[in-house]
């Protein structure tokens, strides 16, 4: 099993392009999750996905979409990137909600100029 | 809201001598209580954790203690090794939206000289 795998791995944007970041876990896990970790904040959650066919914010939502492909796949979209969201960004999944152990990807950390 | 304070924020030890780390929380509804580790340039990784119905969690050379009154939980590591170098995280459950979600602290980085 691979766990939770995302891409890319580094990125950097211009202000007020557009990506989209993908994950995705081999575990058969119900919820999935998208942080951000800043340094000295540690983390913060941004959206989430209790099952499939559901999102719901976080934390700190703004300037960001999420999309629940299928089980397996949970993305985040960054519609128009702002220097404000140069972080790295974590996928974590968990197989029955938020009292079961997650499980983290290796992170995607980008840049925004 | 959830709020959680973590300190110290930089611990060192030598090897062999114990760590602590402690975590306050804001809400009395919070039920759960999750450690994590992060290693350079990797994602957390759960290393213990801790329910309200129950006052201290150990395994082998790490234990959590949890005080509901006090509204604090403490994460110890005893003989401490240098592979136990990282960020620790500690963490609370709060209510809202469709399943609540975690708190995390900012974080207390473990080093561990030989």
């Known amino acids: 099993n691979a766990g939770v795998t995302q891409t890319p791995k580094f990125q950097v944007l211009k202000t007020g392009q557009s990506m989209t970041l993908q994950c995705a876990q081999d575990?058969?896990?119900?919820?999935m999750y998208w942080y951000r970790q800043d340094p000295g904040m540690g983390l913060r959650l941004i959206y989430y996905?209790?099952?499939?066919?559901?999102?719901d914010k976080g934390e700190v939502p703004n300037g960001y979409n999420v999309s629940r492909l299928n089980k397996r796949e949970f993305s985040l979209r960054l519609e128009s990137a702002a220097p404000s969201q140069t972080s790295v960004y974590f996928c974590?999944?968990?197989?029955?909600?938020?009292?079961?152990?997650?499980?983290f990807g290796p992170g995607t950390r980008l840049t925004v100029t | 809201g959830e709020n959680v304070e973590q300190h110290p924020s930089t611990l060192s030890v030598q090897e062999g001598d114990s760590a602590v780390i402690k975590c306050t929380y804001s809400?009395?509804?919070?039920?759960?209580f999750p450690w994590y580790k992060q290693e350079l340039g990797k994602g957390p990784q759960l290393i213990i954790d801790?329910?309200?119905?129950?006052g201290e969690k150990k395994d082998q050379r790490i234990a959590v203690t949890l005080n509901k009154t006090a509204k604090h939980f403490s994460l110890h590591i005893t003989e401490t090794q240098p592979e136990d170098s990282a960020v620790y995280f500690c963490?609370?459950?709060?209510?809202?939206?469709?399943?609540?979600?975690?708190?995390f602290g900012k974080g207390t980085k473990l080093s561990v000289k030989p």
């Open positions: 963490a609370a459950r709060t209510y809202g939206g469709s399943q609540g979600n975690l708190i």
């Open positions: 996905s209790a099952s499939e066919g559901t999102t």
């Open positions: 809400d009395s509804a919070s039920n759960y």
């Open positions: 575990m058969n896990h119900n919820s």
């Open positions: 801790i329910r309200s119905n129950v």
């Open positions: 974590a999944s968990s197989a029955r909600g938020v009292e079961s152990e997650q499980y």
